[in-house]
């Protein structure tokens, strides 16, 4: 490991935890500081963390499952604005992101798939994200965020075979009237202004609002015309209306909406980038527009014996992208892609009562959930190719465009499922669960041309999908100190309908996954010190991944190439051993490849590696906070996460080599004003988080990709009440 992390390193590593312990702010992983000072007298027990992994608040170190949660307090330390941005505290996790915000996939210990079938699936306020179109979004105000790990199928059912991610809104103030202000600065032209505020309205109702506008100028330069050409303009708010009758029952309303105004893909040549990062050359700019508007209603009943809750979701998103689709400076060919999807989720959950379980002797208690899932999704896209006269054949002297695809894509389903905890003499969990998912599918696939120098293609099919997965687990406490735990699972991600593939591609099956992992968590030296460390195996089969179209540049089809198997270990490390001091570690390794007779695209690729899974993730850092007066408070923070390099590919025919991000923060808080300085990628370290591959007759090294963001500074001003 110590060879690992010199290798990596912009600096000594001790030189970068010296650093960070003086200017550090913030915690993570399962326990995190705030920047005030705590009151009570045991100031250096690590906080708990109440995570929501079973649908039900739980304490994280007392459940058999891999999670790390960001509190309210640690994104604000950290200046988390993404969740890409949260993700780099937890082990084994990575997103390969664009810089259109629209295209952003999870992967955690190497699964993951294509934005429209994701292996990883966001979770907002109970209401699943369908497509990573809509889950890329603004952190206004946000409560939590929770990294999941491990199949969660047998609850959450379709796309949770790797895990979720899991975002709670703050709650409006029922006590008092609240609200903040903030203003962050930084170069590149980088503004971000948001103002929210919530309060009581009488006894029974409490009211949130939040408006935000941020800008920033592209970080990548064409070379043709000097402009920048990956911008970012987004407006967005996020209203919420609580509604408590009475001391058992709750009503909660939120309205989230977004607007994205932002500049073309950052594409080049991945060779040129390496050469010349943040320059492209290109005859034609586009943009990447993107509109969301969700609506979630929660409803929460909680009685001596039973809880009943239901959450109702709508997303309605819509996009356009137009972009040159050579990437080069010659007029060839432009896309104008257009997708428009509104989803409906209804679930309603029966359980056990927290306070109240059932007693099934002296020293036996049973906990239980029940529930029923109900969603619908109608997705339409009109991807338009153009090309320049002569490209598709010398004998086409005309414009010529091609639907590829003009497509609607219509889904249903439903879910039951059911989970049972059963506790003996309070330090011995037994924990079954189960869920039967079934769904039904429509497809009108259309590509054709215009002129009709080719005679169209259309399909028209129906098919239906159905899947069992079952979870067990057993934990055993010693005390308040130790818990160990063991888990199986069977994951799984929906079969379905590509919009547009090559011809007899259209439907993909479904993929299923069975994961193994062992586990422990720990408390020690009088809650100044918590670890949480795991073991893990994974063998899925009929493995979906996201190929190129040979037929259509820049486009992608999901496919079943065959199988996988995962292993690795996390550990993740916090201790507080100065009541102004907290550090943070996490670690991980994976070890992904793909099973012997898996073959894609014609190529047998047994034994390679898994695309965009890092060899291992690593973060260390430290927060500091000290009181100069009874109300103000100076802090800061550091930490640094490296990357153990991954391939690009299926047939690991290109790599991002290991490399390391290093972030810092410091600044003072007083009552109800504060400021800070902040960099991030400090180092400036040029790395590309994400490439694949293109004809090498217009990408000479056989690939394109984007650069990911470079070293920002700014300043952050904010006051609050």
């Not at 250096?44 to 459940?63: C, F, G, H, M, W």
């Not at 105004?261 to 060779?271: F, I, S, T, W």
């Not at 209603?297 to 709508?314: D, I, P, V």
């Not at 414009?399 to 059963?422: F, M, N």
Request: with cysteine.
């Amino acid at each position: 490991m110590l060879c690992i992390i010199a290798n990596m390193a912009k600096l000594n590593f001790i030189r970068i935890l010296a650093i960070s312990c003086c200017i550090g702010s913030g915690a993570t992983g399962n326990c995190f500081a705030q920047s005030e000072t705590p009151q009570s007298d045991d100031r250096l027990r690590l906080p708990s963390i109440t995570v929501n992994v079973y649908k039900e608040p739980d304490d994280a170190r007392t459940l058999p499952v891999s999670v790390t949660a960001m509190p309210f307090g640690a994104l604000r330390d950290a200046g988390v604005g993404t969740i890409s941005e949260a993700g780099i505290f937890a082990p084994n996790t990575f997103f390969s992101e664009f810089t259109a915000r629209k295209l952003s996939n999870a992967r955690f210990r190497g699964i993951s798939s294509s934005p429209a079938n994701p292996g990883i699936t966001t979770y907002i306020d109970g209401v699943p994200q369908l497509s990573t179109n809509s889950s890329n979004i603004e952190f206004t105000d946000i409560d939590q965020v929770e990294f999941v790990r491990g199949a969660q199928s047998a609850l959450f059912g379709r796309n949770t075979l790797g895990g979720l991610v899991n975002i709670q809104s703050r709650r409006p103030s029922q006590t008092e009237w609240t609200g903040s202000f903030t203003v962050p600065l930084a170069n590149y032209s980088d503004w971000d202004a948001r103002a929210s505020a919530s309060g009581p309205l009488g006894s029974k109702f409490a009211v949130g609002l939040t408006l935000g506008k941020n800008r920033r100028d592209g970080f990548t330069v064409n070379d043709i015309t000097g402009n920048d050409l990956d911008y970012r303009e987004t407006s967005f708010g996020k209203a919420q209306v609580l509604w408590t009758p009475s001391s058992v029952w709750e009503t909660r309303f939120i309205l989230t909406g977004e607007r994205a105004r932002d500049g073309d893909y950052a594409l080049n040549d991945l060779g040129a980038l390496r050469q010349n990062p943040f320059h492209a050359s290109r005859d034609f700019e586009g943009f990447t527009n993107r509109d969301i508007w969700s609506t979630t209603l929660q409803n929460r009943y909680e009685g001596s014996k039973l809880s009943f809750s239901s959450t109702t979701g709508f997303v309605k998103w819509k996009t356009q992208d137009v972009t040159d689709l050579d990437y080069t400076r010659a007029p060839l060919f432009t896309r104008d892609n257009s997708e428009k999807d509104l989803q409906f989720t209804q679930e309603v959950r029966f359980a056990s009562s927290e306070a109240s379980p059932v007693r099934l002797g002296n020293n036996v208690r049973l906990k239980w959930q029940s529930g029923v899932f109900l969603f619908t999704q109608d997705y339409d896209q009109d991807a338009i190719n153009n090309f320049s006269p002569f490209v598709l054949s010398p004998q086409v002297s005309i414009p010529v465009s091609q639907h590829s695809p003009q497509s609607a894509l219509d889904d249903k389903g439903v879910g039951v499922y059911g989970q049972a905890t059963t506790t003996f003499s309070d330090s011995f969990d037994l924990t079954f669960g189960a869920r039967v998912d079934r769904e039904n599918k429509e497809a009108n696939l259309n590509t054709f041309y215009s002129p009709g120098i080719f005679p169209p293609a259309n399909v028209t099919a129906e098919k239906s999908f159905s899947n069992v997965s079952p979870n067990f687990a057993a934990s055993y406490r010693f005390g308040s100190r130790a818990m160990l735990y063991s888990s199986v699972g069977r994951g799984y991600k929906a079969g379905g309908f590509n919009a547009a593939s090559p011809a007899g591609m259209e439907t993909y099956a479904e993929e299923d996954a069975w994961h193994v992992e062992g586990g422990v968590k720990t408390l020690l030296a009088n809650g100044k010190v918590s670890t949480n460390a795991s073991v893990f195996f994974i063998d899925w089969s009929d493995l979906q991944l996201n190929l190129p179209n040979p037929n259509v540049p820049a486009q992608f089809f999901i496919s079943n190439i065959g199988g996988a198997r995962s292993k690795g270990v996390e550990f993740e490390l916090n201790a507080r051993p100065h009541q102004n001091l907290d550090l943070f570690s996490s670690l991980g390794f994976t070890h992904a490849r793909f099973r012997e007779g898996t073959s894609s695209s014609g190529q047998n690729v047994a034994g390679n590696k898994l695309p965009s899974t890092p060899d291992y993730t690593l973060t260390l850092g430290a927060q500091f906070t000290k009181p100069v007066s009874t109300s103000v408070n100076v802090y800061g923070r550091g930490e640094v996460w490296f990357n153990g390099g991954f391939e690009y590919n299926d047939s690991n025919a290109a790599r991002q080599e290991a490399y390391s991000i290093t972030n810092f923060r410091a600044g003072a808080r007083a009552r109800h004003v504060f400021a800070e300085v902040w960099l991030k990628n400090a180092f400036d370290t040029r790395y590309i988080p994400i490439a694949f591959a293109y004809s090498p007759g217009l990408a000479p090294s056989g690939f394109i990709g984007e650069m990911g963001a470079p070293r920002r500074v700014g300043v952050t001003l904010g006051v609050t009440f």
